[in-house]
């Protein structure tokens, strides 16, 4: 288990981080979400010690993170680094070996790494030659390469193209097959929706929501219903009780059912008005809970 | 935790760090390029050398009706002049006249033995004028001497007492310091800069993000210094390696001994030095983090360095000044400044440069020697000054061996005045040469004392002044050598005599004009105090 415990972080008198603690289980994929400033950065790297927290712990298995354990952590930095003029693959290899591979299965892990993330062609080039997307495999790589027991990535996704986006997310998952703890931040809600077992959604210097996807949606308040009914009159849904029209446009018609409301009892009006085409509960996505939760100035949502 | 991975001692993740350092270094095409010019540069510091000590200045003098008499007093009055005289024989005027105007000949001498000789010169006697003047003057002064039937005796020898019989040799020593400072800053700076733009490098790139989740800075900081420090070390051996068989394949220095023990001082502050700079330079470049502001932090480092390089040109030539002592205790300007010290004989890095003291022959002594049967007239006080040392230890010499393999000494006139060089082999008869530096004999009584051929002191604590080997030659055409006690012929006209010194035995040139030239061995005329 890796425990973000109490975390508080200030800069001067802009307090960063005002105590951020979120657990994660060994094989959980957990998306951290934020604003841009929120104090995801400050956070991870507060767990790879490049930055000290004025109060709270990182944990892994119970014990504070401190040199050798830190070493098992595979790490992507958001501003990404690499060294610009050594060659993919010996780059690869060099990191392996800094996480303490010896020099055959840092070679092989490299060879490995380079193909899963299709840069087996651009081994022998020089890292400042490839582009940015490409640049990005080779600092996942380089995360990767070492077999670490924890994944610590900062936007990951950020500048990849799709097919990269799916590789990519294709290797994150293996590795929490594997029971590797992997935590990334991301803009990308979809992504993090898609891949995700967990969510935490950060603003204000501490965690405003987090659990699985399915959680956070149990606890968003209110449950939307789209009926449409190409034939229905407006205002048609307006008798029922507990129901709030949110929008009516031409048929297509979104409630907004209240505690105690009935939804056959919706179906049944609807129908009365001729045809029904769609009758579906409207599931709110991430990017609406994220909203909800970033704006909500009450910090008591979190789960 | 579990995983492929052992956790890394610090002396793994330091040699780790410092593998990447060598491996993406060397691979540079800057670094490739750099290096190059760099060795280019002590190359073309040799060439220049040669190019300046190489200026023959043989007098070429053609004789017409030439006999060896003639030739043999030209000689001797260019050794006493400080001159290489070659005679060319021509068969008449017009011969020898065409040689003149053609520049093959500095001066052509006709009917030597006549009454009236002439001399043909281009436009100016100068010197060829004033060395055949001397030459005519003395066979014609020996030729009445011996008409009147007067015996000439050998003339005395002079004792001479040398004040400071190393002063010559401090100015070889400090060229050699002077390049070795010369090198010694470039690389201090080269590499000083490598390690700041390494460090500059990691910052800017980020990649230090990740190198710190593994290591601690200093793991980092001691393995760049240290691998870039071994790149340094091996690119410093091979410009040394270079310099060193370059300025003994071209006989540029006269002192191997001393050369090589500068050279290895030079490497040894090159560690010292570098690590100091490479840690001002790397503290220097973590100000920053981008490489265009590393210019302004490392200006003032670089300036440190230039004031040390400076200080310790001053120093190189005058090791012994207050300047020199009292900077030497300031690291700052450690790396350079002990160059000079280690060029500098009897100064406390003298340890280090392999107790070379004094190995060099003076330029006069050569002369001397040569023109033995006139000492003292035309000699340089150098001479004098070697002679009399030799004749203050008696005991000493009386053990000394002469040196075995054949040669002759040559001087040359440098920039900076008379410079001597042994060359083995012999130069005359231009019979190949054999290894100079191939025997070494015992110097002394004292244990474990070496003197090299070409040495004219004892190496070592003895201190002992040996006399200088003889220019005894073991020409490959005739294979004749000259004995103490024997009366031999030279194997040709050229110096065939051996010397032991003023105070010792000398080989004294029959008087008789008219026979052939013969040396005879005499009783020293003045006996040791």
Redesign the interface.
Known sequence: MLEFDGLVKAYGGNRVLDGVGFAVAPGQVFGFCGANGAGKTTTM?IA???ARADAGEVR??GRPLD???????G?M?E????????RVG?QLT??A?????DAA?AARAADVWTERLGLAERRGDRVEKLSLGNQQRVQLA?ALV????VLILDEPFSGLDPVGVDSLAEALLDQARRGVPVVFSSHQLDLVERLCDAVGILARGRIVASGTVGELRAHATGRQLRVVAPDAPAGWAAAVPGVRVVSEQRGDTVLELGPGADDQQVLTAALGTGRVTHFAWREPTLVELFRGAVTDTSAGVAA | MSGPGRSLSSAQLVRLVAGREISTRIRDKGFLVGSAVLIVLVLGMLVFQIAVNSGSDDTEIGVVGVSTEVSTALRSQGDALGADVRVTGYADERAARAAVEDGDVDGALLDPAGDRPQLLVENDGGSVETLVQGALHELSVSRQLADAGVQLAGPPAVDVVALDPDADADLEAAVVALVGVVVLYGLLILFGQFVAQGVVEEKSSRVVELLLATMRPWHLLAGKIIGLGLLGLAQMLVIAAIGVAGALGFDVVDLPGRLVGTVVTVIAWFVLGYAFYASVFAAAASLVSRQEDLGSVITPVSLLLVVGFVVSVQAAQDPTGTLATATSFVLLRAGALAAGHAGAPGRGCGGLVGGGRRRRPHAGHDRGDRAGRRPGLLRRPAAHRREGEAARGPDRRARLTPSPVGGTWSRRRGPRGWTATWTSGCTSCRAPRTSAAATWAPCCATAGTWRAPWSSSCSASCRATTSRPGTSARCATTASRDRPGERVLPHHERSSRTDEGAGGPVWIRSPDPNRAPAYTWRRPVSGPR
């Open positions: 790297r790879m010690g490049l892994w298995s040199g050798t354990t830190r070493r098992r952590i790490y930095p501003e990404r680094g690499l060294y610009p003029k050594m010996e060099w990191f070996r800094l996480h303490g591979l299965a380089a070492s077999e670490p027991d």
